[in-house]
């Protein structure tokens, strides 16, 4: 009587079938993880752009403007050139309480950071500058990092604003990560006037 059953090689033809179809579906598999790792990476990095756009159009929007007053001489509480700026602002409630601060937006070690004090109304604006900031850093790996200042809205672009007495109607911001360039930013800055008329004045004594 002849036995019936599976040879040798048929049972070594069946395991690597079984072995080539795991290896297809564990490549299936990993490549899955792969692109949705890759999707979720791509979902954080424009949340992220989303969220610090946002952040600095409120902030350029929500600028206060105060003038010095020092030695009977009058001076706006503004500093920007092309990669640095300096204003009197706010900061939401869940980041930090008080305020007005005097604040300094700037890129240091390719991040963007963000530093605030209290401006010491005993000394003037430029010895303020120089003085300790606290410090936020805002998002890192930025190649490159500018801003630009209009009169009006249809003027050429500044890249340092020299006026003392008025505020830029426009300040534009462009950041670029990793030869990725984010949306240009435009914003108002709602405190602008068209005039030399002093805005709110801070006495330095």
């Known amino acids: 009587m002849k036995l019936k059953g599976f040879t040798l090689v048929e049972l070594q033809v069946a395991l690597l079938i079984l ?9 299936g598999l990993h490549l899955a993880t792969k692109s949705n790792k890759a999707v979720e990476k791509l979902g954080n990095e424009s949340n992220q752009q989303r969220v610090i756009s946002r952040f600095l159009k409120q902030q350029i929007n929500s600028i206060i403007p105060l003038t010095e007053l020092h030695n009977n001489k009058s001076t706006l509480l503004f500093k920007g050139d092309h990669h640095s700026l300096y204003y009197m602002g706010q900061l939401p409630k869940h980041v930090v309480t008080g305020g007005p601060w005097l604040i300094h937006l700037y890129i240091k070690n390719k991040a963007l950071h963000l530093d605030y004090k209290v401006m010491n109304n005993q000394r003037p604006f430029k010895d303020n500058l120089h003085t300790n900031f ?23 672009k500044q890249t340092t604003w020299r006026d003392k007495h008025t505020m830029p109607a426009i300040i534009n911001i462009n950041i670029k990560q990793y030869k990725k360039s984010w949306p240009k930013m435009t914003s108002l800055v709602n405190s602008y006037n068209g005039t030399t008329t002093p805005y709110n004045v801070l006495t330095i004594q």
């Open 134 to 156: 606290k410090s936020l850093e805002l998002v890192d790996n930025i190649n490159e990092f500018s801003i630009s200042y209009q009169k009006q809205a249809d003027s050429s």
């Open 19 to 27: 072995v080539l179809i795991a290896a297809v579906i564990m490549g």
